[in-house]
């Protein structure tokens, strides 16, 4: 008997089930890496052009985050202090790290900015207002973990879309009162989402979950 169809399209169902199998091994790899700290920056740490310690200063010191971070209520970007804020203290304070103010020093006689490495970074079509989450009651630690206890600064959350309409979301379980927001190790007077809730009602919280919220 004739053979109807060519001897190729043997191998269309061999070719269809490689097809699959790659498929589907693209998709878990894909969606591993998406939620892995590769892709998040989970613990992201760069190494700093000076070796501050948030653990010290922001911990044992007990210094306020806006000593350094001055505009975070006032601006969209949370400002990186100038060398003017280190030598507030430093033009005389040695601490027990002599070198490392040292380099402070050189930099401010010479007139010089010190270049900090950023190390929270969001993409550039994702839009993200700093007072504005602060001026309603998002603490601090909230976003960058307990800053308080870290010798080096670290990305301890993944900044990613589902994490942030999380919180967006369901703003009752992470708002805290204002004069509360640069508070590490915040526990709330009464239980969290009742006080959350009167919160969202007092000061009309009302997060975007809609794309242009945050995208431009």
């Given amino acids: 008997m004739a053979q109807i ?23 878990v790899a894909g969606v591993w890496y998406f939620f892995s700290p590769e892709y998040t920056d989970v613990g992201y740490a760069p190494e700093q052009p000076i070796a501050y310690s948030h653990k010290i200063h922001a911990g044992k010191l ?15 970007h949370a400002n990186v202090p100038p060398t003017q804020t280190c ?17 402070i020093r050189d930099k401010w006689n010479s007139d010089e900015s010190i270049e900090w490495v ?3 970074n969001l993409p550039d079509y994702a ?12 603490g601090c630690e909230s976003c960058h973990g ?9 990305q301890k959350e993944p900044l990613s879309m589902s994490w942030c309409l999380d919180c967006h979301r369901n703003p009752e ?34 997060p975007p979950t809609y794309c242009q919220g945050c995208h431009y």
């Fill in 5 to 27: 169809f060519p001897k190729w399209a043997d191998e269309v169902p061999r070719q269809i089930l490689l097809g699959l199998i790659i498929f589907a091994t693209a998709t």
């Fill in 62 to 76: 007990d210094i306020d985050c806006q000593y350094c971070h001055t505009n975070v209520f006032k601006s969209k």
């Fill in 87 to 103: 030598m507030n203290c430093h033009n005389q304070v040695d601490s027990n790290n002599p070198e490392e103010v040292q380099k």
């Fill in 118 to 120: 950023r190390v929270h």
């Fill in 127 to 138: 839009y993200f207002n700093h007072a504005a989450h602060v001026n309603v009651g998002v």
């Fill in 146 to 154: 307990r800053v308080d206890r870290m010798e080096v600064v670290q």
């Fill in 173 to 206: 379980k992470s708002v805290r009162p204002v004069e509360e927001v640069t508070t590490m190790g915040y526990e709330p007077k009464k239980e969290q989402i009742k006080m959350g809730r009167e919160l969202v009602a007092k000061n009309n919280i009302n």
